[in-house]
């Protein structure tokens, strides 16, 4: 079962490298990574550029010339995926990829056709960081469940694992974080098989480079509206 993982990255020069060497150290079976490059104005893509001559899994590396969003760099990278699974990996450490092999064990045992990863059940090591985050995360969770009749404790959570056949129907066109209640919304609308998975978490603060922000929950807040009530 070949894994393929998309990376949207923008401005994570500091800590990219660490990901893929996470990706290595914890994943052995055959993957892909395809890393979208959402036009960084750091040493992003210089790094990037180096990390793919020493990782011969980095399949391809798309650099868009404009900053364009986390949706519309996954988006991009659906086209080049070839592997039988697809997570979505985030370019800081806040998601670790030693959570790989619990997320597609549903798989292995025939079980799922979309995993999600839990910050929130399952007992594994979370980050204490703000209290206002986990009661949007939980309301937006609570709002999007109403709207799509799933019980899942972790919508906005990073790490989605998809059979790449099923993510490759879905046709997004939220360009920044409202892809994860529109993909929560489509795949609903599928009646497939969707499980949930403990995680650890290691959250950022705004200090450390966090980049969504209270504007991106009212934006999700649209988004379980729009793709539930009118898509």
């Known amino acids: 079962m070949k894994l393929s993982i998309i990376i949207p990255?923008?401005?994570?020069?500091?800590?990219?490298?660490?990901?893929?060497?996470?990706?290595?150290?914890?994943?052995?079976?055959?993957k892909e990574v395809i890393i979208v490059d959402d036009?960084?104005?750091?040493?992003?893509?210089?790094?990037?550029?180096?990390?793919?001559?020493?990782y011969p899994f980095?399949?391809?590396?798309?650099?868009?010339?404009?900053?364009?969003?986390?949706g519309a760099?996954?988006?991009?990278?659906?086209?080049?995926?070839?592997?039988d699974i697809t997570i979505i990996q985030d370019a800081d450490l806040e998601y670790n990829p030693k959570d790989y092999h619990n997320l597609i064990q549903p798989f292995e045992d025939n079980l799922a056709d979309v995993?999600?990863?839990?910050?929130?059940?399952g007992g594994k090591t979370t980050r204490v960081l703000f209290f206002w985050h986990?009661?949007?995360n939980n309301f937006l969770t609570f709002f999007s469940n109403i709207c799509t009749n799933l019980?899942?404790?972790?919508?906005?959570?990073?790490?989605k694992v998809f059979k790449t056949d099923i993510l490759k129907k879905i046709t997004l066109t939220e360009k920044r974080f409202g892809i994860e209640p529109e993909i929560t919304a489509k795949i609903a609308k599928l009646h497939i098989n969707i499980y949930e998975v403990g995680i650890s978490y290691q959250g950022r603060?705004?200090?450390?480079?966090?980049?969504?922000?209270?504007?991106d929950g009212f934006s999700a807040i649209r988004c379980i509206i729009k793709y539930n009530l009118f898509k």
Not at 205 to 215: A, H, L, N
């Open 9 to 30: 990255c923008y401005n994570e020069e500091n800590t990219i490298t660490e990901v893929i060497r996470r990706i290595s150290k914890y994943y052995n079976k055959e």
């Open 39 to 54: 036009a960084s104005n750091d040493k992003t893509n210089e790094i990037l550029n180096d990390l793919k001559l020493e």
């Open 58 to 70: 980095i399949k391809n590396i798309i650099l868009h010339s404009t900053n364009k969003g986390k």
């Open 73 to 83: 760099a996954i988006n991009s990278a659906i086209k080049e995926l070839s592997g």
């Open 115 to 121: 995993v999600y990863g839990s910050r929130f059940t």
């Open 134 to 136: 986990k009661i949007g």
């Open 151 to 159: 019980n899942l404790t972790d919508m906005e959570t990073g790490y």
């Open 205 to 215: 603060s705004y200090v450390e480079g966090k980049k969504i922000t209270w504007k």
